[in-house]
T-cell receptor, first 112, second 113 residues
């Protein structure tokens, strides 16, 4: 099945550094979403983007819906240890089914 | 605010057995979804439901059965479990409007021996 191309696969950074990750696809989407998954838990929604070019922030997190509607990025500023986890992008074609496709995830490790 | 709950959290069973994973949501969301999460594959959609009594196949439906007699419940049944179905299973729900984000439960870790 189709998946989104998410990069990087993993990142190991020092506390206080900024982080950037992105997702790309050959398809056009109506919605881009970013989720975070902590060990032993389900993915939790961080940011939802509904319009090409949209830039949205949630605290230290900022995400953008690419102008071409084929990509999105997530930035985390001034990382802290609790940012550790797996970050997933997800995208929705729109229409009646509301189905998502997911990226393969970015594992983030933050050293205090 | 219970949200979306899955049970059991952990399950060990043997090949050939039937096992049912439960999912319950308190938001009255129209859509519900079942995913499996495996290393190297990310989250893959098994089945989804747009409303009570309406279900449809996702990307990897073989070996699974679902039902949705009530809006709040969406059980997933493995009729004859196989080792390849060892995985972490997540249930999700979303509101009825298109493009609404999905909200996930905490998952069921299923091991089939």
């Amino acid at each position: 099945g189709q998946q989104l191309n998410q990069s990087p696969q993993s990142m190991f950074i020092q506390e206080g550094e900024d982080v950037s990750m992105n997702c790309t696809s050959s398809s056009i989407f109506n919605t881009w979403l970013w989720y975070k998954q902590d060990p032993g838990e389900g993915p939790v929604l961080l940011i939802a983007l509904y319009k090409a070019g949209e830039l949205t922030s949630n605290g230290r997190l900022t995400a953008q819906f690419g102008i071409t509607r084929k990509d999105s990025f997530l930035n985390i500023s001034a990382s802290i240890p609790s940012d550790v986890g797996i970050y997933f992008c997800a995208a929705n074609y729109g229409g009646a089914t509301n189905k998502l496709i997911f990226g393969t995830g970015t594992l983030l490790a933050v050293q205090p | 605010d219970a949200g979306i709950t899955q049970s059991p959290r952990y399950k060990i069973t043997e090949t050939g057995r039937q096992v049912t994973l439960m999912c319950h949501q308190t938001w009255s969301h129209s859509y519900m979804f079942w995913y499996r999460q495996d290393l190297g594959h990310g989250l893959r959609l098994i089945y989804y439901s747009a409303a009570a009594d309406i279900t449809d196949k996702g990307e990897v439906p073989d070996g699974y059965v679902v039902s949705r007699s009530k809006t709040e419940n969406f059980p997933l049944t493995l009729e004859s479990a196989t080792r390849s179905q060892t995985s972490v299973y997540f249930c999700a729900s979303s509101e009825g409007n298109s493009n609404q984000p999905q909200h996930f439960g905490d998952g069921t870790r299923l091991s089939i021996l």
